[in-house]
Nanobody, 123 residues
Framework: QVQLVESGGGLVQAGGSLRLSCTASGRTFSASSMAWFRQGPGKEREFVAYMTSDGRIIRYTDSVKGRFTISRDNAKNILYLLMDILRPEDTAVYYC????????????????WGQGTQVTVSS
């Protein structure tokens, strides 16, 4: 069993930055690919970024490339998402996910989810 707890969300002006954290409990964190997803108002949950367990493979959705950075600290069981140059369209609840089986950018592939953290970007 893995429990995921996100933190770091908040209200920020456009152009600003936030760093999200996802703290995981359980032994499988270091062996699991991890991902961030988001769900904006009235929208479906969408893929943001993923990182394999060893950090060798990282992928981002096109809209965040060059602005967001995913990273992980396996010793601390924490996944991060550094978000720079935030835009109003980045406003969403951000979720971390773990233990995928299948396509890493597909939400349905993930077994464990956090409760989400709200990010609001004002114009």
């Amino acid at each position: 069993q893995v429990q995921l707890v996100e933190s770091g969300g908040g209200l920020v002006q456009a152009g600003g930055s936030l760093r999200l954290s996802c703290t995981a409990s359980g032994r499988t964190f270091s062996a699991s690919s991890m991902a961030w997803f988001r769900q904006g108002p009235g929208k479906e949950r969408e893929f943001v970024a993923y990182m394999t367990s060893d950090g060798r493979i990282i992928r981002y959705t096109d809209s965040v490339k060059g602005r967001f950075t995913i990273s992980r600290d396996n010793a601390k069981n924490i996944l991060y998402l550094l978000m720079d140059i935030l835009r109003p369209e980045d406003t969403a609840v951000y979720y971390c996910a773990a233990d995928p089986s299948g396509i890493l950018s597909n939400a349905a592939a993930y077994k464990y989810w956090g409760q989400g953290t709200q990010v609001t970007v004002s114009s």
